[in-house]
């Protein structure tokens, strides 16, 4: 199972919004609406920030979304903050396995 | 609340095995499936594979099968991964993650142990 494709990295400044997408195929992104997405502060384990593609785990901020379009999902960040600097992990269910992850987005806050 | 302990770091010489535990707390513990994930040095997270936790049942990541092996205790409710043959590209931190809703994503995770694979 490959990895799903993210951007290597992602900046913005204070207050913007960014996006991050993830691509993979009709056997994961694009036909499942099982995909999370996951924060990575350096040093620390992962984090769920986003569930079944749009859904917020209780006590995320509402600065984040997501959205899926075909074989596309992507992760958005509004109102950036000098927080938000970390790693993000897209995932998805697939036709073989539970879980693929997407190959990793560095968010950095200009 | 929620939580998984890992046990602590490891250094092994290559072909040996090591046998990573996570204990879980706070919760109904074969309730939740738990996977485990991997991170090589600067690199993403790689699944290794899942267990139930009511059942027992497995479903590995095919390029481990053979070398991988997750078991449970409910009497400590505590969750093992066993990986044999290691290899210098075994080394990563080791997670465990417990699922949030069937295959709906993984939270929360442990905080990771360094399997370091050297000679």
């Known amino acids: 199972q490959s990895a799903l494709t993210q951007p290597a990295s992602v900046s913005g400044s204070p207050g913007q919004s960014i996006t991050i997408p993830c691509t993979g195929t009709?056997?994961?992104?694009?036909?499942?609406?099982?995909v999370s997405w996951y924060q990575q502060h350096p040093g620390k384990a992962p984090k769920l920030m986003i569930y079944?593609?749009?859904n917020r785990p209780s006590g995320v901020s509402n600065r984040f979304s997501g959205s899926k379009s075909g074989n596309t999902a992507s992760l958005t960040i509004s109102g950036l903050q000098a927080e938000d600097e970390a790693d993000y992990f897209c995932?998805?269910?697939?036709?073989?396995?539970?879980?693929?992850f997407g190959t990793g987005t560095k968010v950095t806050v200009l | 609340q929620v939580q998984l302990v890992q046990s602590g770091g490891e250094v092994k010489k290559p072909g040996a095995s090591v046998k990573v535990s996570c204990k879980a707390s706070g919760y109904t513990f074969t309730k939740y499936a738990i996977s485990w994930v991997r991170q090589a040095p600067g690199q993403g997270l790689e699944w290794m594979g899942w267990i139930s936790v009511y059942s027992g049942n497995t479903n590995y990541a095919q390029k481990l099968q053979g070398r991988v092996t997750m078991t449970t205790d409910s009497s400590t409710s505590t969750v093992y991964m066993e990986l044999r043959s290691l290899r210098s590209d075994d080394t990563a931190v080791y997670y465990c993650?417990?699922?949030?809703?069937?295959?709906?994503?993984?939270?929360?995770w442990g905080q990771g142990t360094l399997v370091t694979v050297s000679s």
């Open positions: 995932s998805s269910y697939t036709s073989i396995t539970p879980y693929v």
């Open positions: 079944e593609v749009s």
């Open positions: 009709t056997s994961d992104v694009g036909g499942y609406n099982y």
């Open positions: 993650a417990r699922e949030y809703g069937d295959f709906v994503g993984l939270d929360p």
